[in-house]
């Protein structure tokens, strides 16, 4: 019986550690599931950080930056009272997403024969693709996409609602006030952007584009 004690103590210390990462990972995977539920069926968390790094206490409280990544390799705080540890973890994501059915050259509005939805690994798919047609739907395509490409939001823009050199109606709008007045665009604008206008009396005024074309300024 004592030649067996360290064996059976060796034992016991695997199948302690073995249920603290089960805890663990079941934990961080309640966590980014509550943080992303559109994608919880489908998601799974690795712990990439060794076991003796990982925090002490039973049940940790996680923490994340503000501007964290939804899916791939990311940095997690583990707090347990006072003390902070940090857990590299990745965040696999199987879901839908968007890619160019066909060839689509720079500049075109994108149709709904122009996308198709493919479905995988969402975390390996390059930053900010889109998961939904209507994210791209009348976007103007800012680059050449080959066929079969994922498609980003920084392939392509909003169209424009106002252009430069266009007639347009200005209303100002405050508290128990409103006035309309005409002015000629002099930048570019899609909706909620920006715009500098000249009004017809030589004035120039700021406001944003309006997805109908009209120039809001708030007083």
């Known amino acids: 019986m004592r030649i ?5 103590a060796g034992l ?5 550690l073995q249920s603290h990462a089960a805890d663990l990972t079941a934990q961080l995977t309640q966590f980014f599931k509550a943080r992303d539920p559109a ?3 489908g998601m799974t968390v690795v712990v990439r950080t060794p076991a003796e790094q990982w925090p002490q206490c039973d049940v940790p409280s996680f923490s994340l930056p503000g501007n964290a990544r939804m899916w791939g390799n990311i940095s ?13 973890v990745q965040v696999q994501v199987t879901g839908d997403y968007v890619v ?4 689509v050259p720079r500049g075109k509005a ?4 122009d996308m ?14 889109m998961t939904s047609p209507q994210q791209a739907m009348d976007a103007i395509s800012m680059r050449d996409i080959a066929p079969g490409q994922p498609l980003t939001l920084t392939m392509v823009r909003q169209p424009w609602r106002v252009k430069a050199g266009q007639n347009v109606v200005v209303i100002a709008q405050g508290d128990g006030f409103s006035a309309t007045g005409e002015g000629r665009v002099l930048n570019n604008a899609t909706a909620t952007q920006p715009v500098r206008v000249k009004m017809n009396n030589g004035q120039v005024v700021s406001g944003k584009a309006d997805a109908d074309g009209n120039i809001l300024i708030s007083l």
Request: hydrophobic fraction near 40%.
């Open 4 to 8: 067996a004690t360290p064996l059976l």
């Open 12 to 16: 016991l210390g695997l199948l302690s």
């Open 39 to 41: 994608h919880a069926a």
């Open 76 to 88: 997690v705080a583990a707090n347990c009272d006072q003390n902070r540890r940090y857990l590299q």
């Open 100 to 103: 160019a059915k066909r060839q």
């Open 110 to 113: 994108l149709e709904a024969d």
């Open 116 to 129: 198709a939805i493919k479905r995988g690994r969402l975390d390996t798919l390059p930053s900010r693709a």
